[in-house]
């Protein structure tokens, strides 16, 4: 039996110093070569959450332009191997992301924001930060405690009503509505010019 949960999506964020430190590759090496195996699955190889997805390095806390690439040719040689676990698509209604979230990452932990209304953010803790002088995990060595993944939204994204959906507590499916006022075709860009 099968189940599916509407996730809630925040549009409004109180952490403005989140994600301020970067994750470097060699950092982000090491830290994986002592990691746990709630570690390895989180960040490993074909997640949505590691900095390898895209066949080169890029920190999961900048923001990506998913949509400009298509899901075939950029994930080609983890799904050739079988290791893709992430697809994205657009059709005339939406842009939608499908993911399936490691082990650890579930409903209780995975949150949706949507920032500025500019980029999409899925993060999550995966630990408690201990006592320090920091007051939020992803204002510090966020990878230590958590994951995230940051998507630069496209222009004609209807951020205000994306909808996110978690099947089996493993399937992450992200619905990004298309805006059906905004259009980037040449006419549009003439008529609007010699208005």
């Known amino acids: 039996m099968s189940s599916c949960i509407k996730l809630e999506v925040q ?28 570690v390895h699955k989180v960040f490993g190889e074909g997640s949505l959450f590691s900095p390898l997805l895209f066949g080169k390095y890029f ?74 002088k920091e007051k939020d995990w992803r204002s510090c060595n966020w990878w230590e405690y958590g994951y995230v993944r940051r998507l630069e939204l496209p222009e004609d994204a209807y951020w205000r009503r994306i909808e996110a959906y978690l099947s089996n507590d493993v399937v992450l499916e992200i619905r990004i509505p298309r805006n059906p006022l905004h259009s980037d075709t040449p006419e549009d860009a003439v008529g609007k010019n010699s208005e």
């Not at 964020?13 to 990691?35: M, N």
């Open 11 to 38: 549009t409004e964020d109180q952490t403005p110093q989140k994600w301020c430190i970067s994750l470097a590759e060699d950092v982000f090496k090491r830290f994986l070569s002592q990691g746990s195996p709630t």
């Open 59 to 132: 920190d999961p806390s900048d923001a990506f332009p998913l949509w400009d690439f298509e899901s075939d040719s950029l994930l080609s040689n983890l799904r050739n191997a079988g290791k893709s676990i992430v697809d994205w698509f657009q059709t005339d209604q939406a842009y939608v992301l499908k993911a399936e979230l490691p082990a650890g990452v579930g409903k209780t932990n995975v949150q949706i924001h949507v920032d500025n209304g500019k980029i999409l953010e899925i993060s999550g803790q995966l630990k408690q930060q201990r006592e320090s």
